[in-house]
């Protein structure tokens, strides 16, 4: 049975630096996500989907490895499942001049109780009819496992999200755990996107978290989340905006076989990108 948190609940305000519920931090702490009903205005939302229409229109970053298919094996950049660009603020600076970064960046700090070592984004677009779901998983299973992290996503929706469209289900708790076992989608290692491969976990008390345009979640690296699929008549823009602690050297060991396994379309094009980028300037 999946519960719906209810954002309108919480405080918010309509000054450009949101205030957060006083409550935040325990939340997070707690349950390893929260929601906010506003991290930037209506307005913004408004343009923000102009700048990301046009990106994806443009296929941007589709040379360099950045826009690929999350959960399709890339090979069709006419038809991909659900597409995905790797830091578009660097493609598009102005991002990082936005209400919502801004907010975004305070929110880091607040929930972190530090500030971000780093911030960077990504944008995940769940096509209008998608009957895709993005599988359950952990972020921190993508990343390097030599390390340990202290880390946030904050995703925030261009337009209104319920479970009709593709919002965001969360496990409460669930960052407490470790990472556990994952597998490319479908168990295609010419997939980027990764799923979960264990039968035993409990998705029973799961929550969903419908926001308006503007509103955002936040996560832990290690909280187990997913997105449904979006059968409606208009595309679903997330922007996700990621921070965290430095990151640390871990003493044990650990391994993400995962991720060895991987052979992406979207690899070899960073791959032959960065080859050629160097070639270039070492002329």
Avoid at 158 to 181: A, E, T, W, Y
Wanted: charged content about 25%; hydrophobic content about 35%; aromatic content about 8%.
């Amino acid at each position: 049975m999946t519960a719906t948190l209810n954002p309108a609940a919480m405080r918010s305000t309509s000054s450009d630096d949101v205030e957060f519920p006083s409550d935040a931090r325990e939340s997070y702490d707690r349950d390893g996500f929260i929601a906010l009903p506003q991290l930037t205005t209506a307005a913004e939302a408004i343009r923000l989907r102009e700048i990301y229409d046009d990106l994806f229109a443009r296929r941007v970053g589709r040379e360099s490895g950045d826009q690929f298919d999350l959960f399709g094996d890339d090979s069709d950049p006419d038809k991909p499942n659900i597409p995905q660009i790797l830091g578009p603020d660097n493609y598009v600076p102005e991002l990082r001049e936005t209400l919502a970064w801004r907010n975004a960046e305070r929110l880091l700090t607040h929930l972190l109780g530090a500030p971000s070592a780093g911030i960077g984004s990504h944008m995940i677009l769940k096509p209008a009819g998608s009957p895709l779901s993005t599988p359950w998983h952990q972020d921190e299973a993508y990343w390097d496992a030599s390390r340990r992290y202290k880390s946030m996503s904050i995703w925030i929706p261009l337009q209104d999200v319920d479970q009709g469209n593709g919002c965001m289900h969360f496990i409460p708790g669930s960052h407490r755990r470790g990472i556990v076992k994952h597998r490319s989608g479908n168990n295609d290692p010419r997939v980027h996107g990764l799923e979960i491969d264990d039968d035993k976990i409990d998705l029973s008390g799961q929550i969903a978290c419908p926001l308006p345009a503007g509103g955002c979640t936040a996560h832990d690296g290690r909280t187990l989340h997913f997105t449904s699929p979006n059968p409606s008549r208009v595309p679903r823009r997330a922007w996700i905006i990621m921070g965290g602690l430095e990151a640390q050297k871990r003493a044990e060991i650990r391994s993400f076989p995962w991720m060895d396994a991987k052979r992406t379309r979207r690899d070899e094009r960073a791959e032959a990108f960065a080859k050629a980028k160097a070639a270039a300037a070492a002329v």
